[in-house]
Each structure stands twice: as structure tokens, then as C-alpha cells.
């Protein structure tokens, strides 16, 4: 490129140079909407502060060169990996909270499946004869209603288990 041709383009370097520039050093402000904090690129309220943001320029730790003393802590307001993790957090309580309403109705639903089959085979104790015959399948009903208790409480029993877990995980998901 010869010297005429690179003093026709300085100008475009130039602004070039100041538009990347100024592209960093973007205005940011501060404001209060609905009691929250929240930063935009233009005054977003009446209380509208403007905030020098800077490049991070190392450790923030006592002893190192880059350390100041009066920087603000990071905190969820201004740190987007704790709202991420925050938004996590909330999403797998939610999961859990449906999971444990599923575990209930389900409690529930296994419940009614027994007092059905149960009242079922009370209405055939019922017709049982006042002989031999009938006194030996009023027996078999007996013993058909405890298998069918015992099936129901091993189920509802697991069912009872699982809940107290999730809800033992939503306890600590709480704190």
C-alpha cells in the first residue's frame, strides 16, 4: 500500500479504532422498578444511575495487586451464574413437588383399587351357605381378601417410601 493510499484511510482506522472503543465502554444504568434492581443500556426510570463497568481486572483477594477494597460483592442480583443456578434450583423443586403429587394420587388410587376388590369379596362372603360348602369358601374368600391386603400394602408401602424421600430432597431443595 503506498503512503497517499494509507493517508486517505487513516480516517476510516480512526473511527474504526474509536467506534470498537466506545462499544466497550458502553453506558450502563442502575434503576429500582417494582422494588427490584435491574440494569439496562438506557435510563430504564426516574432513579436511573449510571455505573462504570470496567474490564474484571484480576483477583479481587487481599494482598493482590488488583484488589479493592470497596467493590461491591458479587451477589444474584449481579451475577448470572447464581440466577442460573437459582433458576435450577427452582425448576427441580417444582419437579419434585409434581413427582410427590403424582406419588400421593397414586397413594391414593391403590387405596380405592383395594377397598373395591375387598368390598367385592365381602358381597361373595356374603352369599356363602350356613354348610360345609359354604364354610369352606367363606375360608377361601378369607384368605383371598388377606392376599389381596398384603399385595396392596407392599405396593402402598413403596409408594409411602418413595414420597418420604422426594420429600426428605424438597426439604433440603427448601433450605
Not at 449510571?50 to 495487586?65: H, K, L, M, Y
Request: proline share 5%; net charge positive; with cysteine.
Amino acid at each position: 500500500m503506498t503512503t497517499g493510499a494509507r493517508r486517505a484511510l487513516a480516517p476510516f482506522f480512526t473511527l474504526a479504532a474509536l467506534s470498537l472503543a466506545s462499544g466497550a465502554q458502553a453506558q450502563v444504568y442502575k434503576c429500582k422498578i417494582d422494588g427490584k434492581t435491574v440494569f439496562s443500556d438506557h435510563p430504564c426510570s426516574a432513579d436511573a444511575k449510571p455505573i462504570d463497568v470496567r474490564p474484571a481486572t484480576g483477583s479481587r483477594e487481599p494482598g493482590s495487586e488488583f484488589f479493592q477494597p470497596n467493590a461491591a460483592p458479587i451477589n444474584s442480583s449481579n451475577n448470572p451464574q447464581a440466577v442460573v443456578e437459582r433458576m435450577e434450583l427452582d425448576r427441580a423443586r417444582r419437579t419434585l413437588e409434581r413427582e410427590i403429587s403424582d406419588r400421593r394420587s397414586q397413594i391414593n388410587a391403590e387405596q380405592a383399587a383395594m377397598d373395591r376388590e375387598l368390598r367385592t369379596l365381602r358381597q361373595q362372603k356374603l352369599r356363602a351357605r350356613n354348610n360345609l360348602a359354604g364354610a369352606t369358601w367363606e375360608k377361601s374368600i378369607s384368605e383371598e381378601m388377606n392376599a389381596v391386603v398384603a399385595r396392596y400394602d407392599v405396593r402402598i408401602r413403596a409408594l409411602q417410601d418413595e414420597l418420604k424421600r422426594m420429600e426428605t430432597d424438597l426439604a433440603g431443595l427448601r433450605k
